[in-house]
């Protein structure tokens, strides 16, 4: 977690050069990434720098503390005794700021919800976490955007992606990651049997524009027309969708929910990016001896992580052995139970494993 604080205050103090160079200011949209990942980073970074100061003032006040001097040690141990307790209190504070991991901080997410097993039920499963998610953001506060989609024709989704943007909303919304099972009675069926259909929900935190830094040679920009709306006979056929492949990681987007080629070019860069991010920070973690495993699950979407059993009303978060008879309220939007429930076990664990000394 240090090497983690060291790396977010040096990239803070970067920006805050950053902010100050001319070259910087004369770009508008530069200045304003600049600007907006400095803000994110604010909070973290100002606190760490201030318990890094309790630290340093720490040691000099013990060595104050072995002097010979009666009236000069006494003085050192009442001082070294509120620098301790104020140390604690930072220390407790940036515990708290830092569970969920390094992007816990950021405001801005990206959701994508793919239906899996089960075939149609998988899809119209995928289009009730879709709408769970959206009930929940509006509870919140957030913003919810739909970036791209692919519906069926049943009113499911094939896949879907979403930009989400609000205070803390990474930091909550990361635990979905994962895959979700559901056991339901389907429309469809006659006879009343109970059938198990899955869909996986990936979260990605949206990196600012000055972390990803893109080129055009970087990557290939494809249009083409596409199927829009729920498909059949009223499908509607659009120019404008777009595909894009980043050549050295192979990543590829595709974006076709607008009319506007321009704006589908924007949305799916969006995408590439935290994508982009998503694969990079893998990349780093595998190469970390001393990786940070995650504290609830992997958050991998093969990882089954919950499940939703509609004829019971219950949804059992697997990670951390809870069940709730509250699937009505939570499919609803009232996600903050098991939110809370996975923030409290987070925050639990990182307590018990890391130590001051």
Not at 95 to 117: F, K, P, Q, W, Y
Not at 158 to 170: A, L, R
Not at 236 to 263: D, L, P
């Amino acid at each position: 977690m240090r090497e983690m604080l060291d790396e977010k205050l040096k990239r803070f103090e970067e920006l805050e050069q950053q902010l100050s160079d001319p070259e910087v200011q004369s770009n508008s949209s530069r200045m304003a990434a600049v600007a907006r990942e400095h803000g994110s980073l604010a909070k973290l970074a100002t606190k760490y720098r201030r318990f890094t100061e309790i630290l340093n003032e720490i040691e000099g006040v013990r060595e104050m503390a072995d002097s010979s001097d009666s009236d000069e040690r006494e003085m050192a141990e009442d001082e070294l005794q509120q620098l301790l307790e104020k140390r604690e209190e930072l220390w407790d504070e940036l515990l708290e700021m830092t569970i969920g991991g390094e992007d816990a901080n950021r405001s801005r997410c990206v959701m994508e919800i793919r239906a899996g097993t089960g075939g149609d039920e998988a899809a119209l499963f995928a289009r009730n976490l879709y709408e769970m998610y959206m009930k929940h953001c509006e509870i919140k506060g957030w913003k919810f955007t739909t970036l791209d989609s692919s519906p069926t024709e049943l009113g499911g989704f094939k896949e879907v992606t979403i930009s989400i943007e609000g205070e803390g909303c990474y930091r909550e919304l990361q635990y979905e990651s994962g895959g979700h099972r559901v056991q339901r009675v389907p429309d469809t069926e006659t006879k009343g049997r109970v059938h198990t259909s899955a869909a996986t929900v990936a979260v990605l935190p949206e990196p600012e524009d000055v972390e990803i830094d893109l080129k055009p040679e970087d990557y290939d920009v494809e249009r083409y027309a596409a199927s829009s709306g729920p498909g059949g006979q009223h499908v509607n056929k659009t120019a404008s969708a777009i595909r894009i492949t980043h050549h050295a990681t192979g990543v590829v987007v595709k974006c076709f929910e607008e009319r506007s080629q321009h704006k589908n070019l924007a949305k799916g860069m969006r995408i590439l990016k935290s994508k982009l991010y998503d694969h990079f920070q893998r990349q780093e973690n595998q190469q970390r001896a001393d990786q940070r495993k995650s504290l609830v699950g992997s958050g991998d979407r093969s990882q089954r992580i919950r499940t939703y059993n509609f004829p019971e009303n219950r949804v059992s978060d697997h990670r951390i052995n809870l069940t709730l008879y509250k699937l009505d309220q939570i499919i609803a939007g009232s996600l903050q139970f098991l939110t809370d429930a996975l923030i409290d076990h987070d925050r639990q664990t990182l307590r018990s494993s890391m130590s001051l000394e």
